[in-house]
């Protein structure tokens, strides 16, 4: 019997989503960062194995929409639930909020009442574990959860039961994708990426929200040649762009060197990155750009 389906693994920024399809995978597939708001887009995960192929469905974290690229975040999760056959619903064990959980519970009961869902306490590794018991208790009297599932995403414990769990709850069916696809995202993509987590990584407050990095050209060469790799780094105002180059243009050149190593342990290929700063006035807000680039 092959089992094959689509799990989203939603929750707040900052849970541990992106940690957890890329420790499932076993590869580094998704931007994890101790800031929230790292994940933009739903990013598809594919494991396959020999009866089964479950596809992940990275998203965004749930927020309440300020401004319009926001909006588009939450486009992006609700069209994933809409797609799930399972539903990986993940609460942070240290931060869990009865009263946020509740909204999204409501929000659930309104429209998704028939998806299989689990609910994944995760870091745990962070909390006494008695507090994990607790913890459990007050889900399941609270709101019924009986499905809940311990892991630490960071350290890997107790994926196997999870993944065990998820699977049981797959429909029967083919796969969806040949067994050696890892996932629906183009290569241009995940090196935009990969600049994106080092800038959030590199720069403080607002930069690394107010940042759109754009692949302009991706030339790929014969294995003894280099990639070349041409990027647009757009920001919201010209005062960031100070900001981002840095003091003699240090901060930029650390970027360039940081996100090339990144891109070519991705890609297993030595490339030339070359990185553009523009400015595109208040793009987060602006529908029209959003719309093509998202
Ligand atoms: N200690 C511990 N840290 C974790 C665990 N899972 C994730 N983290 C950390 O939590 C932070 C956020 O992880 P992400 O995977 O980026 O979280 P996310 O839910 O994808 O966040 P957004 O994309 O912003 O919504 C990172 O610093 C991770 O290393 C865990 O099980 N234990
Ligand atoms: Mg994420």
Redesign the pocket.
């Given at each position: 019997m092959i089992k094959s389906g689509y799990a989203a693994i939603i929750?707040k920024?900052?849970?541990?989503?992106?940690?957890?399809m890329n420790a499932m995978l076993e590869f580094k597939l998704s931007a994890?960062?101790?800031k929230?708001?790292?994940?933009r887009n739903r990013i598809l995960g594919i494991m396959t194995g020999k009866d089964h192929q479950l596809i992940f469905i990275?998203t965004?974290?749930i927020l309440e929409p300020k401004y319009e690229m926001q909006k588009f975040m939450m486009r992006e999760i609700w069209s994933s639930i809409k797609e799930a056959d399972v539903i990986v619903y993940i609460l942070d064990a240290q931060n869990i909020n009865l009263n946020e959980v509740k909204k999204i519970e409501e929000e659930f009961k309104k429209d998704f009442r028939r998806v299989p869902r689990l609910v994944v306490l995760?870091?745990i590794?962070?909390i006494p574990q008695e507090n994990v018991q607790q913890k459990m208790v007050d889900l399941r009297d609270e709101f019924g959860f009986n499905d809940i599932i311990p892991?630490?995403?960071?350290?890997k414990f107790n994926l196997d039961t999870l993944k065990a769990r998820i699977i049981e709850l797959l429909p029967e069916g083919d796969f969806y994708y040949d067994p050696d696809t890892l996932t629906n995202k183009p290569e241009k993509f995940f090196v935009s990426e990969i600049i994106r987590e080092n800038i959030l990584s590199l720069y403080q407050e607002e930069i690394p929200y107010s940042v759109f990095v754009d692949v302009r050209e991706f030339k790929v060469r014969e294995a003894t040649q280099k990639d070349y790799i041409n990027v647009d780094i757009i920001l919201e105002r010209e005062s960031q762009k100070m900001i981002l180059l840095g003091k003699n243009g240090d901060m930029i050149k650390r970027l360039g060197e940081m996100s090339r190593k990144g891109i070519e342990e991705f890609l297993g290929k030595e490339v030339f990155l070359k990185l553009f700063v523009k400015v595109r006035k208040d793009w987060r807000k602006d529908s029209r750009f959003l719309r093509s680039n998202f």
């Open positions: 929750g920024p900052n849970a541990g989503k992106s940690t957890l994890v960062n101790p929230v708001q790292t994940t990275d965004p974290g995760n870091k590794d962070l892991v630490s995403a960071l350290t």
